[in-house]
């Protein structure tokens, strides 16, 4: 199956900073998502956005599907920015069902 | 617009006995529904696929028969976890993908079992 590997697997920063995160896939996909997973453990979708380039307030993703990559950028962070930031595919199966493979994350601390 | 709610948020059952947890799509029509859990520090690793009106799909390892999905609506799917038992405890999230052209699937609060 396909794989997916999220770098870095730990980030501390200070509050203000600018952070990259990156998520590397193994085959083609038709999704990608970008979650923030809250210490109450929701996740909070962040970007849909299997190609392409989206910005949202200090937010922006940009994948590029031919090299098999996603990154995160995240500006001008925040405390409540912190907790851990998973990286998301699917790929068609047989099936069609469309199954999400999750990284195994990025677990951002911002420090006051 | 696409929430998915969750009910209950936590639970806390003995051994043996059998927990419901409910996923219902809030604001569309879900065609198909997931069901993951998520151990500690862990990422979220898929249980089953749960379509509208037919059996649901189970990933390798996962007993059907210990941890029962029934897709009865376009808007409710429900995780019966039967005989639990402590290594049942987990945190279980349900999502659901509203069909059509976008693959996007919204994720619901999650259910923190504690089995005893």
Known sequence: ?112 | GAVVSQHPSRVICKSGTSVKIECRSLDFQATTMFWYRQFPKQSLMLMATSNEGSKATYEQGVEKDKFLINHASLTLSTLTVTSAHPEDSSFYICSARAGGGSYEQYFGPGTRLTVT
Do not use: M
């Open chain 1, 1 to 112: 199956g396909i794989q997916v590997e999220q770098s870095p697997p730990d980030l501390i920063l200070q509050e203000g900073a600018n952070s990259t995160l990156r998520c590397n896939f193994s085959d083609s996909v038709n999704n990608l998502q970008w979650f923030h997973q809250n210490p109450w453990g929701q996740l909070i979708n962040l970007f849909y956005i299997p190609s392409g380039t989206k910005q949202n307030g200090r937010l922006s993703a940009t994948t590029v599907a031919t090299e098999r990559y996603s990154l995160l950028y995240i500006s001008s962070s925040q405390t409540t920015d912190s907790g851990v930031y998973f990286c998301a595919v699917s790929t068609p199966t047989l099936q069609g069902a469309q199954k999400l493979v999750f990284g195994q994350g990025t677990r951002l601390t911002i420090n006051p």
